[in-house]
């Protein structure tokens, strides 16, 4: 019986820790730098799950290569945007993120990064860091 309750109260105690919503904290400056290897253009194919319309467009990384973010600015559509973007560490297990916060929409894009064998970077990105949210896109680097 006593073993049960134990068993119980761990369970609520992950339970209550996975309803509440992930943090999002910037990384240590040591870590941050890593941004500036994003560097560069990218072309956005993306599809917005409300509409279930696709949409085009791309993203520029612009800013010093000691800076712990990034100046973002870009197309989606006929809509240009700009923004700042850094890595952030969401959670309780610190998941490293990118984070893309859009001045002019406040809308805020969370980013999973990731390089091909031509070390080019892909970056899989949505506006809800907990479902596929309503907008979801993979930006790719082109060289150009």
Not at 86 to 93: E, K
Request: net charge neutral; proline share 2%; charged share 20%.
């Amino acid at each position: 019986m006593f073993t049960t309750l134990i068993l119980i109260s761990a369970w609520l105690n992950v339970a209550s820790s996975v309803i509440k919503p992930a943090t999002c904290q910037p990384l240590l400056k040591a870590d941050a730098y890593k941004v500036a290897y994003l560097h560069g253009n990218y072309l956005i194919v993306g599809s917005s799950q409300n509409s279930g319309r696709a949409y085009t467009g791309w993203v520029r990384f612009t800013g010093d290569e000691r800076a712990t973010s990034l100046d973002v600015s870009g197309k989606k559509e006929d809509l240009a945007f700009q923004g700042t973007a850094q890595y952030v560490a969401c959670g309780p297990d610190k998941i490293e993120q990118l984070e893309v916060k859009l001045n002019s929409s406040e809308t805020t894009y969370y980013c999973k990064v990731h390089a091909n064998y031509t070390n080019l970077h892909r970056l899989s990105c949505s506006d809800d860091l907990f479902t596929h949210g309503s907008d979801v896109a993979l930006w790719y680097q082109r060289l150009n």
